[in-house]
């Protein structure tokens, strides 16, 4: 029987260390949240690291038990491949490139070195699995070179690969000493998907101009191979939120919230701590809403949920001050002892806390200043069983270009953001559930079974298509 090998940095669960010894969680990202939902099917595999340094091998053979139990292999990073691979190169260079924040990019041939032999790792660890027939599935920035090394060692692969950040314009892939080989380990793959349109456009103009390699719809003529290139936009599993949303677990918690919070407008915000996220944005446009339209003061909060996120690299640390500072001078100005502006939590939720906050919100504020998708917009949508709430949603999220029945914003306009947020709490109910229920049909129809879906056709037909061109 043929499986789908899904290859990705990160398990989606993680093992944390505690007193008790080794536990397991999910892990979060919009990528272990999205396709969490599928890869146990048919025998599939997931390969990837377990988000911890673990050398001793009686505690490595646990974890790859434990994990082989749910359909996972684990790949075991040293200290010095997560400093150099994960926090160097794929967050250090290629995450700020690759979201137009080179500013902020190293250009470190030591993180290099380690890029190229952890992505060596992986393809060894996915040969070791890998039969024949299997069709591998390799996701995200952090692997870039593996499909390359696949097809090296089996030519007749069938292997998709997935971005699930922006692939930028061609000018910022130009600016990385290892441009050309990150866009050749890519073209190992048959099929080459991106989020949007726009991302496919800037990879194949990247393709044109550093290896010369021009493509007709979405085709690119490599020396031996034919490359397909399209757009798939990444949807969620919105049956496993509008079930949970409409659970009556759920709607205890979010009855618990209401009664903490009486009377208030909410305004939710729910992100990674990234500095792609627009979160210090957002707290300086709630800061003026509250300054500009002192009618809401006392009458709408923004409950902010921040989860902990590469906390080893410079930036994310930075950061975190930074937004500690925010969150304490706008509550110490403006609180009343009834009143705290900002409900601030530097923590993740669990599942059904997480649907519930969902639940309570009048207004989603998902501001990214970039983000290959975003998938918090769509979750919040799955979760509105009432068709009320408001989504604000930044024109930089790959996910505004279907959600148009949002109100779209440019995240670095403070005054488009104040406006929005003053619209949005004063959205007469009719249009919330008109706006609501055009943005779930949405949601509902192309959710991440039917990705998968449309990916793999595309990936048998990339292959058909190939043979057929070998054929002639
Ligand atoms: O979606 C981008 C992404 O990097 C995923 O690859 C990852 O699952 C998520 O963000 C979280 O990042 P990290 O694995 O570095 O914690």
Known sequence: ?????????????????????????????????????????????????????????????????????????????????????????????????????????????????????????????????????????????????????LRRERPEATIGFFLHIPFPSYELIRVLPWGPQLLEGLLGADLVGFHTFGYMRHF??????????????????????????????????????????ASEAVIKHERTYREALPGMRVILSIDRLDYTKGIAERLLAFEQLLKRHPEWRGQASLLMVVVPSRDQVAQYQGLKVEIDELVGRINAKYSTIAWTPIQYFYRSFPFGELVALYRLADVALVTPVRDGMNLVAKEFIACKTDQRGVLILSERAGAARELSDALLINPTDTNQMVAALHEALLMPKEEQTARMTHLQDLVRQYDVFAWTKLFMDRLAYSKIKQHLLDVD
């Open 1 to 149: 029987m043929s499986r789908t090998i899904i290859v990705s940095n990160r398990l989606p669960t993680k093992v944390l260390r505690s007193e008790d010894g080794l536990t397991f969680q999910p892990s979060e990202g919009g990528l272990a949240t999205g396709l969490g939902s599928i890869y146990r099917a048919d025998g599939n595999v997931w390969v990837g690291w377990p988000g911890l340094f673990v050398d001793d091998p009686t505690e490595q053979a646990h974890v790859t038990q434990q994990l082989q139990a749910d359909s996972m292999a684990p790949v075991f990073l040293t200290e010095n491949e997560i400093q150099d691979y994960y926090e160097g190169f794929s967050n250090g260079t290629l995450w700020p490139t690759f979201h137009y924040f080179s500013q902020f990019a190293l250009h470190n041939e030591k993180h290099w070195q380690a890029y190229v032999a952890v992505n060596e790792k992986f393809c060894q660890a996915v040969l070791e699995l890998a039969g024949p027939d299997d069709t591998i599935w390799v996701h995200d920035y952090q692997l870039l070179l593996l499909p390359a090394m």
């Open 204 to 245: 194949l103009s990247a393709v044109a101009h550093l290896l010369g390699l021009p493509n007709q719809n979405g085709l690119v003529e490599t020396a031996d191979r034919t490359v397909l290139v399209d757009a798939f936009p990444m949807g969620i599993d919105y049956q496993r939120y509008a079930e949970t949303a």
